[in-house]
């Protein structure tokens, strides 16, 4: 298993629930994992993997609401793939940093804001 990227999803009108996906090349495909749900899919390119994943979760969420099992469908995946997500989100945010470092530089910026 090769990892790809770590991406954030959300569902359409309902953007506070943050869905976290792994994408992976396993042999010859490429596997779109939703760590939130452990529910995964796959495609012959990122595009196919994530639209197929699309689907998957719409039906895995469509069963859930109808049978009132929302206790059930939260599931979260492996920690081996939450380690992975992780660390190439870490990774991602280090090319940011990067990138602004040279504004930062020139900027001497001083002051910093909290959330």
Same mark, same amino acid.
Not at 45 to 56: G, I
Not at 94 to 106: G, H, I, S
């Given at each position: 298993?090769? *990892?790809?990227? !770590?991406?954030?999803? %959300?569902? /359409?009108?309902?953007?506070?629930? #943050? &869905?976290?996906? &792994?994408?992976?090349? @396993?042999?010859?495909? =490429?596997?779109? +994992?939703?760590?939130?749900?452990?529910?995964?899919?796959?495609?012959?390119? #990122?595009?196919? !993997?994530?639209?197929?994943?699309? $689907?998957?979760?719409?039906? %895995? &969420?469509?069963?859930? =609401? #109808? /049978?009132? !099992?929302?206790? $059930? =469908? =939260?599931? *979260?995946? @492996?920690? @081996?793939?939450?380690?992975? %997500?992780? /660390? &190439?989100?870490?990774?991602? @945010?280090?090319?940011?940093? /990067?990138?602004?470092?040279?504004?930062? +530089?020139? #900027?001497?910026? +001083? $002051?910093? !804001?909290?959330?």
């Amino acid at each position: 298993m090769k *990892p790809l990227k !770590a991406l954030k999803g %959300y569902i /359409k009108n309902f953007t506070k629930l #943050e &869905l976290h996906i &792994l994408l992976t090349q @396993e042999d010859d495909v =490429i596997v779109a +994992r939703c760590l939130d749900f452990s529910v995964s899919s796959h495609g012959n390119n #990122e595009k196919d !993997a994530l639209d197929s994943l699309s $689907e998957s979760l719409k039906d %895995y &969420l469509n069963y859930a =609401i #109808e /049978k009132e !099992a929302f206790d $059930e =469908i =939260i599931d *979260p995946d @492996e920690e @081996e793939f939450w380690k992975i %997500y992780q /660390k &190439l989100e870490l990774q991602n @945010e280090l090319m940011t940093f /990067k990138k602004m470092a040279k504004t930062l +530089r020139k #900027e001497n910026l +001083r $002051e910093f !804001a909290y959330a």
